[in-house]
């Protein structure tokens, strides 16, 4: 043989039976009997057609199709008056690969293919069925129903077959291929013989489809001896992926086969040249090449599925020899070639979808995510569902390319009925589960009915698993959609969502999702994996400095301030925390008043404007500290006299060797309009051991005592201002919105972006912070396995007018630009407020119209109702503020434009200063290692030093503060709108608008800080992060 492979058939079939004890057969002939061709149409296909489809082989004659073109060869040995092989000629054509199997597409058994002229799905010139197998396993109606029959046993039924005549034997090991690499690369045979009118005569023609190298996936010498044990692969392949999988990953360039005929003269017509078990001598009649095939793109499983073949009809002047009888050998393939159209026209039948005769064709363009590992392995298949009707599951591929790969952008053209305007569609993902990689992150789907020319956006956004269900773009109100299917699909969407994100019941806190710990979060809530490599990396750097100094495992003092500064210096250092070490600022009052208004916290000042019993500060001992000469009285009549309050730090449990109090203090605004501060209680119970400490103490007293604020301060931002009054509280809203809006409500859109890592950020704080005798606040706060408490202490008096920002600061006297200038957070962040809200109102009026329409959306409702009586669930004190039903539109842009604020501009505000104050330890201690003091003029500079945080201390602050703080490389920033969800043209409008009017704050805060000695940029639009997910 040309290629060294030896079919050791008949030899192993002789000493098989001669062990058996039996004589070894020998091949019979039958001979041709009476009956005529119309006899053989009427009876036997309809018996063979139903024999087929008894056995299953039928049903798997549907494989994976691609396309491409064949061109006929120079040298064509078919030229004639055939047009159709004329030299040179290119056609179109399809080839279809399938299997004729007992087993799955991964099993080894006779591979198929089926040839087209022409690109259509409907008949084309001619079809060309073919079989792995130089030589057929039948050769009579009787053996292929024999062959059928073993064909759809087990292994001992095969054997038996096998063994029943050489013949049998011989074809099992000519055609069995072992599970090939590529079904390009087989020989593909058709045993009909066709008679051609050529330019010399008539001839009698069989044709091959050639591969490359067929050798591969041949039985072994070893392997023929036992032929019908089926093997498998050690890893088994799903079905149906295999088959389109492999063409795709080893298809580099076109793949190319060869269209090969052997041809004899008609002169020849004796009945065995007809029988497909004998094959025609290569020595006597060797291959001719007829034609280049070149295939080029994988064909879509609909296309597949409805493609008709007819193997009995053929071009001028070729033909199938008719054959005389039912036993004759020609009649045996032309039963095949008659069931083989009938099976492919029973599948086009069945592959039929329901709606419409008329076809269209879709553009359909596929945005991959950018993120690492965004891409996936797995085959894609979208359904589209229209207002006509919907499509089956359809293959986006190209045979040629590596598709969905991260951050690719692809097109497809996919043919289907006409199903109207596309209301929805399904993503399915199928295979790739155990060997591929499976997930991927889908941006964005946009179709383009290239009839009516209609688009089709498809926003998505998010991480599929298995299959995902989505409307096309354009939001809409649930009580405004006039599809019954979309409602429908908006409760299914919905009824999912509750079960993959139930509510977690924490008593006396903001629900989040019942998980144990951020590795059970579903895949699509959870950091990218940029992020995640990201802030490990800023961690592992700055933990690797810290070790390099072996701050970390050093439990003693500090020698002194100067020591702080320098371990300070391990983190980068920024205009903001460079200008509060420098000579000393940070011990000065100016900026002690400074950082209430502009620093970490900036959420706790309040106005003053009557003595606080408590806090018993009279005239006498701060009235040198006015410099206006009037009474304290007066001063907080005037609006000039401001406090900060811990109360909620009483009573929670301390650590024994770490120490935090729970403080008052009380801020006077100079007549320069400088806040300093003038009056410190350490406890909020008066009495003769908790002494009021003013600016008239000794200079360590003053500044000992102002330590102890800034150490509760600490606590107080970490532990609430932060962590729960923007991640939890997020965490919260999030979760409610992703079980109650479905993604084309317009509340969706406009909020999810602003709630991107949300639940992973709170999570990760439950994790990294709190949980554990290892957390990170055990480590640096005094109150470790008590912060839980002080959760639940302050979050008892949270109502949501603390969220809505004019009111918060209204509520706190701190509104008023001139009785407390300076308050740079405030300024900016009702800047950014009030353009939220204008922002918030032009979007939402698009969709409500009035009042009523809010009131009428049931889906918002739900979502207030989850928020308020699970999200924002209180056990305790009053109630959380929350309406009970969204009645006008003014309140729900209220609501809106307090979660885009909270999870934009609060967070950045309180998250991106941490690193500026809490790398230096003086400035602000996470806790005290001394008690509070209590006596006036004892306290000793070495007392300073050692009250505050050791080594140890102050180095996990350091790391946890930049690890928290440090901004990430895939931040997107308030203004910044490339991957809205929003498909409408006047959304994108007020998009651009709205990013212009963030320049413009911009430009006039960058102004403002001109004139300032530290800036204010935390709420600088451009560094503040849509999402509180950091
Ligand atoms: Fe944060």
Not at 52 to 81: C, F, H, M, R
Not at 510 to 525: A, F, H, N, S
Not at 753 to 763: D, I, M, N, Y
Request: hydrophobic share 35%; with cysteine; proline share 5%.
């Amino acid at each position: 043989m040309e290629d060294g492979w030896k079919n050791c058939g008949f030899q192993i079939y002789r000493s098989l039976k001669r062990k058996d004890g039996t004589e070894p057969g020998k091949p019979q002939l039958l001979r041709s009997q009476s009956f005529t061709a119309d006899t053989i149409r009427k009876a036997s296909v309809q018996w063979y057609k139903m024999k087929w489809q008894l056995t299953g082989s039928a049903n798997d004659l549907w494989g994976e199709e691609v396309q491409g073109y064949a061109v006929i060869d120079a040298k064509s040995p078919l030229q004639g008056p055939l047009e159709f092989f004329r030299p040179g000629k290119v056609n179109q054509i399809r080839v279809r690969f399938f299997n004729l199997s007992r087993g799955d597409d991964a099993s080894d058994d006779f591979r198929c293919a089926f040839l087209k002229f022409g690109e259509s799905e409907s008949e084309g010139p001619l079809d060309l069925a073919f079989s792995t197998g130089r030589v057929s396993c039948y050769h009579s109606t009787a053996s292929l129903q024999d062959f059928l029959t073993a064909l759809d046993g087990d292994e001992d039924c095969t054997r038996d077959w096998a063994l029943r005549m050489p013949n049998n034997y011989y074809a099992l090991a000519d055609g069995i291929r072992r599970y090939p690499k590529c079904r390009t690369e087989l020989d593909y045979h058709n045993y009909a013989t066709f008679t051609v009118k050529t330019e010399n005569g008539n001839k009698l023609v069989r044709f091959r489809l050639h591969g490359k190298n067929d050798v591969g996936s041949r039985l072994s010498k070893q392997e023929q001896e036992e032929a019908w044990i089926i093997q498998r692969p050690d890893i088994e392949l799903p079905m149906d992926t295999y088959l389109q999988q492999r063409l795709r990953d080893i298809a580099k360039e076109n793949l190319s086969m060869k269209l090969q005929v052997q041809i004899r003269d008609e002169n020849e017509n004796v009945e065995s040249v007809f029988d497909p078990s004998t094959e025609w001598e290569e020595t006597d009649f060797p291959w001719h090449d007829l034609a280049d095939i070149i295939l080029s793109y994988s064909v879509p499983k609909v296309s597949t599925e409805r493609a008709k073949y007819d193997f009995c009809s053929f071009p001028a002047h070729i033909e199938m020899v008719t054959p005389e009888g039912k036993d004759n050998f020609g009649s045996l393939v032309h039963i095949q070639e008659k069931v083989l159209t009938s099976s492919t026209r029973k599948k086009h039948k069945e592959g039929e979808l329901p709606t419409g005769h008329k076809e269209t064709t879709f553009l359909v363009h596929v945005e991959t995510g950018n993120h690492l590992f965004s891409g996936t392995d797995a085959g894609v298949y979208i359904a589209l569902y229209g207002t006509k009707g919907r499509t089956k599951k359809i293959l986006l591929d190209k045979l040629f390319h590596n598709d969905f790969e991260r951050g690719s952008k692809e097109s497809y053209y996919i043919t289907v009925p006409v199903i109207g305007d596309v209301k929805f569609l399904q993503v399915f993902l199928i295979g790739g589960k155990y060997t591929f990689k499976r997930e991927w992150f889908l941006n964005n789907i946009v179709l383009m009915d290239l009839t009516t020319r209609k688009l089709f956006e498809v926003p998505v956004y998010r991480w599929i698993n298995d299959k995902i269900t989505i409307p096309t773009g354009e939001a809409m109100l649930l009580q405004k959609e006039r599809n019954s299917d979309r409602k429908y699909i908006r409760q299914i969407w919905l009824d999912e969502r509750s079960k993959i994100y139930p509510w977690c019941r924490q008593d006396g806190l903001p629900g989040c999702i019942d998980i144990e710990t951020y590795d059970g979060l579903p895949v699509e809530l959870k950091y990218s994996t940029e992020r995640q490599i990201e802030k490990k990396k800023i961690l592992a750097d700055v933990l690797i400095k810290l070790k390099l100094h072996k701050y970390t495992t050093v439990f003693q003092s500090f020698d002194s301030f100067e020591d702080f500064k320098t371990m300070s210096e391990v983190v980068p250092s920024s205009e903001t925390s460079n200008a509060i070490k420098e000579s000393d600022r940070w011990r000065t009052d100016e900026e002690f008043g400074r950082e209430f208004l502009a620093g970490v916290n900036p959420v706790m000042i309040r106005r003053c404007k009557e003595p606080i019993q408590k806090f018993p500060v009279t005239n006498d001992m701060v009235g040198g500290l006015l410099d206006r000469g009037k009474t304290l009285e007066e001063e907080m009549k005037a609006g000039h006299i401001y406090y900060v309050d811990y109360p909620h730090m009483a009573g929670i449990p301390r650590n024994g060797q770490l120490y935090v109090t729970d403080p008052i203090v009380m801020f006077y605004v100079r007549e320069s309009g400088v806040l300093v501060p003038i009056a410190i209680q350490l406890s909020q119970e008066p009495g003769p051991n908790n002494p009021v400490w003013t600016a008239n103490d000794s200079e360590l007293d003053w500044l000992l005592a102002k330590m102890f604020v800034k150490a509760t301060d600490s606590h107080y931002q970490s532990i609430y201002s932060h962590l729960v009054q923007t991640h939890f509280l997020m965490e919260a809203i999030t979760l409610s919105m992703h079980r109650q809006l479905p993604p084309n409500h317009p509340l969706y859109k406009l909020l999810i972006q602003h709630c991107l890592f949300t639940v992973a950020s709170g999570q990760m704080g439950r994790d990294l912070l709190v949980n554990g005798e290892d957390s990170v606040f055990s480590k640096i706060l005094a109150i470790p396995g008590h912060e839980c408490d002080l959760m639940r202490k302050r979050f008892k008096d949270f109502t949501v007018n603390e969220l809505i920002m004019p009111r918060a600061f209204a509520e706190r006297g701190v509104d008023d630009e001139k009785l407390l200038p300076n308050y740079h957070f405030r300024d900016d962040a009702m800047l950014i407020w009030n353009k939220l809200t204008e922002y918030v109102t032009k979007i939402l009026s698009l969709f409500y119209k009035c009042d009523k329409d809010v009131a009428d959306d049931t889906e918002l409702q739900a979502f207030l109702t989850d928020l308020r009586e699970h999200g924002l669930r209180k056990s305790a004190g009053p109630p959380n503020g929350l309406p009970d039903k969204f009645a006008s539109l003014p309140e729900l842009v209220e609501v809106t434009t307090m979660i885009i604020f909270h999870s934009s501009c609060y967070h950045a505000a309180l998250n991106f200063t941490q690193l500026d104050y809490f790398s230096f330890g003086p400035n602000y201690p996470s806790c005290m290692r001394r008690m509070p003091p209590s006596e006036k003029g004892v306290t000793t500079m070495q007392d300073v030093i050692d009250s505050l945080p050791n080594k140890s201390i102050q180095a996990v602050c350091i790391a946890f503060s930049s690890y928290l703080s440090e901004p990430l490389s895939d931040e997107r920033y308030l203004g910044d709108y490339q991957d809205s969800h929003f498909t409408e043209t006047e959304v994108r409008e007020i998009l651009d608008w709205f990013s212009d009017e963030m320049e413009k704050i911009s430009q006039s805060i960058h102004k403002r800080n001109l004139d300032l000695d530290i800036p204010y940029v935390y709420l600088l639009p451009e560094r503040v992060p849509k999402a509180a997910g950091q």
